[in-house]
């Protein structure tokens, strides 16, 4: 019992403090600052107890304690510890970004907290209706925080459609619980695996059904084709961290469950390998076509989170089911929410007051008066293109070995496909950056150092989580 | 002398560089730490080249497991293939900073991390670790290129940039498919290269993974009809980064082909080497003729490179010893050589505001030092016996004629069209009469002069006692065909009864 509160502890913290600060900020008690650093706290004492879990316990199922309901693996701790770091990261750069816009208050940071306690269950669920209550959770603050620039029209605009289409996508999850619950008898991820075991995965249309809507829902959230249409204009709605906290953590929740729903049984995984691998080409290359199109940085930057989608589902579909550890999938998130993160970061302080600085044309020049924070903005860029030394690079390595391992070959070449080909959008801002002439001051002072702080920690996250080796 | 000099060859200019990048020093600090750093190297690589055993084997091993469960580790070795471009990076790299004075500090920090990348590259004797260095070894080319290059240089690094990611990373497939292919056989993870010999492959797959290396590499090379990059990249880039990309990088891509193809893709090299010959000996006539009728003289040279860049590419696919000993050497001769030349274009694009051919003339009257040098390191890109560039031509030619007659000839007679374009050239540019540009042109400084003088006189050694050199070399590619299948195998008991009498032709 004392094990099992041990291992739920980060989540513990992260409800406790989320319900704690929205309490103080409805009494006034908090300004949006102490918010912030409240917010940031609660994330890092989170994430020291979640890493001292990782480095002490082992893979524990404390199937007694929670009658099967949650599960505590090194998969879902990983999960859980980006969770946390993306939480963080956001919480600084939003202190930096709301010195320069103000339509901030208090509620805003206990909302992250609130979103994140959601995702963290969300990886930890083992169960369909605690998964729909976690994606409930995490969803609705993250509508709020989607739309809490009030008076912008854009980002009003965003949060409709996106409260429109994931109510959608959440009544398609329950519609598919139904479903599956009416053709095996239960919720729970092991007992439907057991049923798929027994009676295979064809036999039973109610089954097919469920899991069909199920996988909609899923690849609502995690923005895969062909439910990726929302996603360039609800980032580009967004504020600046809210986007690189949707475009990371949000992520990495989606697919922690992914992944435990479809290791749990070899035949449900092989059943799902065909979809999810046409899934994956056409996610990687309309997202790649949404890209080079766009004028914006945060809409091409939200049609290469389309991209890095399609990568995660390679990794999904070469995923092995005897022994999962869900290494590759883990590292390539941390690895991708680390320069998604840092470039989120460093656009929160040089996006300048109300985000005038939005297309590739407004960083032109930005190298000769910020070269720290061209030179960091080019690391991450580099990294989402995955080019070595950094982070990007080695996640991609390992997906494509183990895609390649997994016997799936042509998928790991369209993979590379695609990454030559997202190349020319992610260099395109390093060569305004650097070798276009100024058209534009930056000269206004950075209002906080948190921002620039952090975007220097993540510059040092990329190159230190490529040295780091994984366990395939 | 101590245990890890690969690494501190690697990595002393990386840090260096990426030291001087992120501090705000002057572009004199820069340009002296870059001088420093680079002697620096040069001195642990002499030291290297002494201690060096020419065993044949990889010598001054470095192993640290990295990703245990993928078997890939930190691994460096030099053998008589990489010791020399290993060795033309040192000895070449110093001599910019001395000979250009008032660069950006970005240039000279980029310069010194290309160089450690490029050591690095040729030291790895893992497959995951060269194909960092083999990207990171790009970036700061793209950087240089499109910061100080000139007013065409954005369609340039573009075009350079996206060529060689695009190479390169369906090379970084195939590594990977080799990777697996080896747990598939072996039941080991392991991405080491002298391991990837003992895999057995044939069938479809393993011809698409041969072209994901073959393609990367012709495009580093560049090899016929991988070359368009090339005449932009080269005229737009700034001196040292054309002499960097001519002189060291390019041979690089030979030196993978050699390193990766060779030993194992065997039999799919055997089966495509005299189409690839070919596309060497094209390429060697197309760039010829287009160098010839070319207006600018650094978009001259750049096709001069390019067609030489065929010979040295044709006597790694010629599969004998005489030719690869020859490719190897030629690479040094082509570095000390066409590579120089680059940089004397550069000065002399410098002192006279102008590329232009015709805009130029008489500058031997005024400078004669200067075109001493010059002619010296253009005639051994020529291949005039007595320099550098005539042991090693002399040798693929041989191995050509050995492999293939037809092949062997046709690039015997294309080596006139190199004499035609550079002699022609020369006496526009330093004969006839002196043109307004270049009446007030100054000769080589003391300091210019002694800084190219060791490369001058490597020139003349290499060309009349080539027998030291060769002696490190050959193990290596003799080994190179002993170890490999058979197809290769009896080619090389067949080269081996010619090593004495071909050695006594040197001499």
Not at chain 2, 116 to 126: I, K, T
Not at chain 2, 178 to 186: E, I, K, N, T
Not at chain 2, 363 to 370: E, H, L, Y
Request: hydrophobic residues 55%; contains cysteine.
């Amino acid at each position: 019992m004392t094990n099992d509160l041990m291992l739920l502890m980060p989540l513990i913290i992260v409800g406790a403090g989320a319900i704690l600060l929205m309490l103080s900020s409805a009494y006034q008690k908090l300004t949006h600052e102490m918010a912030a650093y409240g917010s940031a706290l609660v994330f890092a004492v989170a994430f020291l107890v979640q890493l001292s879990a990782c480095i002490t316990g082992n893979a524990v199922l404390f199937s007694g304690a929670f009658n099967g309901l949650l599960v505590a693996s090194s998969f879902s701790k990983a999960a859980g510890l980006i969770i946390l770091a993306c939480g963080f990261f956001t919480a600084m750069s939003s202190q930096t970004y709301f010195k320069q816009n103000d339509f901030c208050s208090p509620e805003y940071y206990s909302l992250t907290v609130f979103a994140a306690s959601g995702m963290l269950l969300l990886t930890m669920a083992q169960e369909l209706i605690t998964v729909f209550i976690a994606l409930e959770i995490m969803s609705l603050a993250i509508y709020i925080l989607v739309g809490y620039d009030r008076k912008n029209v854009i980002s009003t605009e965003a949060v409709l459609k996106y409260l429109m289409l994931g109510a959608f996508a959440g009544a398609f999850l329950t519609m598919g619980a139904a479903f599956v619950y009416g053709a095996t008898g239960s919720t729970k991820f092991v007992k439907i695996a057991q049923y798929v075991a027994a009676h295979g995965f064809m036999q039973t249309p109610a089954l097919i059904g469920g899991s069909f809507f199920i996988l909609v829902a899923f690849l609502f959230k995690a923005a895969a084709f062909p439910f990726h249409a929302w996603v360039v204009d609800v980032y580009d709605g967004a504020s600046v961290p809210v986007t690189g906290y949707m475009a990371t953590g949000l992520k990495t929740a989606i697919f922690a469950v992914f992944a435990n729903f479809l290791v749990l049984d070899a035949s449900l995984q092989s059943g799902w390998i065909t979809y999810l691998f046409y899934i994956a080409v056409f996610t990687m290359f309309v997202g790649n076509l949404i890209a080079i199109g766009q004028q914006s940085l945060k809409r091409m930057l939200a049609a290469s989170g389309i991209v890095h989608t399609g990568y995660l589902l390679i990794a999904l579909v070469a995923v092995s089911t005897k022994d999962f550890t869900g290494s590759v999938i883990a590292y390539y998130l941390a690895a991708y929410a680390a320069s998604t993160l840092g470039i989120f970061c460093a656009l929160s302080y040089l996006g300048g007051a109300g985000e005038k600085r939005s297309t590739f044309d407004d960083f032109k020049g930005l190298a000769k008066s910020r070269p720290y924070s061209a030179a960091a903005v080019s690391v991450f860029l580099l990294s989402m293109a995955g080019i070595p030394p950094t982070a990007g690079f080695m996640g991609k390595f390992y997906i494509i070995t183990s895609a390649i391992e997994a016997g799936q070959v042509t998928l790991a070449v369209l993979g590379i496909v695609s990454s030559i080909i997202s190349m020319w959008y992610y260099l395109r801002l390093i060569v305004n950056m650097y070798f276009c002439e100024a058209e534009e001051q930056f000269g206004e002072a950075v209002p906080s150092n948190l921002a620039p702080i952090c975007t220097f920690v993540l510059v040092v996250c990329v190159f230190a989580i490529s040295l780091y080796p994984v366990v395939i | 002398m101590f245990a890890h000099v690969l690494s501190v060859i690697i990595f002393l200019p990386i840090i260096a560089g990426l030291l001087l990048l992120a501090t705000p020093a002057s572009r004199n600090i820069a340009r002296f730490t870059g001088m420093i750093v680079s002697l620096a190297a040069l001195v642990l690589s002499l030291d290297l080249y002494m201690g060096f055993q020419s065993t044949g084997h990889l010598e001054f091993v470095e192993n640290i497991p990295w990703i245990a469960s993928l078997g890939v580790s930190y691994a460096l070795g030099v053998d008589g293939i990489s010791l020399f471009i290993l060795m033309a990076g040192s000895v070449l790299l110093p001599m910019v900073y001395f000979v250009f004075a008032t660069k950006e500090k970005g240039y000279y920090a980029n310069l010194l991390i290309v160089q450690g990348a490029m050591a690095g590259a040729v030291c790895a004797a893992d497959m995951i670790l060269f194909y960092i260095f083999w990207e990171v070894m790009l970036l700061p080319v793209f950087f240089m290129l499109g910061l100080y290059g000139g007013p065409k240089r954005l369609p340039a690094t573009l075009k350079i940039t996206l060529y060689t990611i695009a190479g390169s990373l369906l090379m970084l497939a195939a590594i990977v498919y080799l990777g697996v292919s080896y747990h598939a056989q072996f039941n080991e993870w392991s991405f080491a290269l002298d391991k990837m010999a003992q895999l057995n492959l044939s069938g479809r797959v393993a011809a698409v993974a041969f072209f994901g290396f073959m393609i990367a590499f012709a495009i580093k090379i560049p090899l016929f009809p991988f070359h368009t990059w090339l005449p932009d990249a080269y005229t737009e880039a700034p001196t040292a980064t054309t002499f960097v990309l001519s002189a060291i990088m390019a041979k690089i891509g030979v030196y993978g082909v050699i390193r990766f193809v060779v030993p194992v893709f065997d039999q799919e090299f055997a089966r495509f080497a005299v189409l690839l010959a070919y596309s060497g000996v094209i390429g060697m006539m197309y760039c010829g003729i287009a160098a010839i009728t070319q207006k600018d003289f650094k978009r001259m040279l750049a096709f001069s490179s390019a067609s030489h860049m065929g010979i040295i590419a044709l006597g790694v696919f010629c599969m004998n010893v005489q030719a690869l000993t020859g490719s190897i050497y030629q690479i040094v001769a082509h570095a000390t050589s066409t590579g120089v030349l680059f940089l004397f274009a550069g000065i002399l694009e410098e002192r006279t505001q102008t590329r232009t051919i015709s805009d130029l003339g008489g500058i031997a009257a005024k400078a004669p030092v200067f075109a001493l040098y010059f002619a010296i390191a253009m005639l051994a890109s020529v291949g005039l016996p007595g320099t550098s560039g005539f042991i090693g031509e002399f040798m693929i030619i041989l191995g050509a004629v050995k492999f293939n007659t037809a092949v062997g000839v046709l690039a015997g007679t294309t080596l006139i069209i190199g004499v035609c374009y550079m002699l022609w050239m020369f006496q526009r540019v330093f004969f006839e009469k002196a043109t307004p540009k270049s009446e007030n042109f100054k000769d080589f400084s003391l300091i210019e002069g002694l800084a190219f003088l060791p490369v001058i006189i490597l020139i003349i050694v290499m060309g009349v006692y080539p027998q030291p050199f060769l002696s490190k070399i050959t193990p290596s590619t003799a080994l190179q065909f002993a170890s490999a299948a058979p197809v290769v195998a009896q080619a090389a008991s067949a080269t081996n009864a010619h090593l004495p009498e071909l050695t006594i032709e040197q001499k």
